[in-house]
């Protein structure tokens, strides 16, 4: 079995993710369910020629080093992927995922109309939440593609790896990949702000110091964009402030007030149709009131505030849930599975 063939077959089926381990065969994910690709088990040696065969000598030297490694690859005229190499029972294991070639529009997503409005703000930070899997980087590559094919603007990316490649449209970008470019986030970002940036992505906010620099960055005039492995809008808030140091978490709330300017909290669900998934988002808009509870640090009061903003573009994950049931698009079940409050979604749901 070849790699390059695989991952063609993978592309054709429509798979997200294709895992490798020893003593199983290939397993993909299609539509979010994981099946077997073929009966023959892989024994671990082939697991490992399978994976270096998409590493190169220094990569693979790193990962025997260090027991993990990220990193990205393209199969010209397909698709490109990302990996993640581990080992798991003392063998080499691996984990793909696909990365479309194109950049999705931001319509083809399903987004909210207000995702349109926070990419037009000249400054502050957008944060895009979700568990793994959920399509943060693709609403993110939606988001920058969008800002690029409208303004003239800097764009300085942080990633880890590269996913989607940007070309300059109206903008000028610039992709810098931890690891081959820059040794790490901290690195790149306490340095980005003298490269003349107007919109800097952070792959992923991981630490303090990454935290501390997109607010900075947002607060200083730059439009800063980022993902969280957080489930919905308060607990990203809480997510963030609490990383702080208990002495300095009074002025992180008062910087977050200032700067925040949405979130935007998503999931992938399994389709009714069986075609495939679609995007449920909970969106927060940041206005004076959520300004002023993120201030007095009552971020519990945001759900409310959540609920009667629809005006203001924001809704719930499970008015989200609710609307796409209601629609046709997912099914009942799946709705009340994926609810952050199921026994009132479940109310909701019977009155209709």
Known sequence: MEIKSLLSTVVEKGASDLLLLADNPPIIRVGGRLVNFGDKALYKEEVQQLVYSLLSK?????FE?????DSSFELSGFS????NVHYQKGSVAASLRTIPTEI?????????????DFIKEPRGLILVTGPTGAGKSTTQAAMIDSINANKSVHIITVEDPIEFIHRNKKSVIEQREVGLDTNSFPNALHRVLRQDPDVILIGEMRELETISTAITAAETG????????????VQTIDRIIDVFPPHQQNQVRMQLSLS????ISQQLLPRADGLGQVLAAEILRVNSAVRNIIRKGSTQDIYSMMEIGAKYGMQTMDTTLKNLYQDGVITYETALERAVNQENLE????KQ
Not at 58 to 62: F, G, I, R, Y
Not at 65 to 69: I, S, V, Y
Not at 260 to 263: A, E, K, P, R, S
Request: no cysteine; proline share 4%; charged share 30%.
């Open 58 to 62: 220094d990569q693979q030297e790193k």
């Open 347 to 350: 109310k909701i749901m019977k």
């Open 80 to 83: 490109r992927f990302r990996i």
């Open 260 to 263: 925040l300017q949405g979130v």
């Open 222 to 233: 730059h439009l800063v964009i980022s993902t969280l492995h957080t489930n919905d809008a």
């Open 104 to 116: 999705p529009a931001m319509e083809s997503l399903r987004l909210p109309k207000v995702v349109y």
């Open 65 to 69: 080093r260090e027991k993990e490694l």
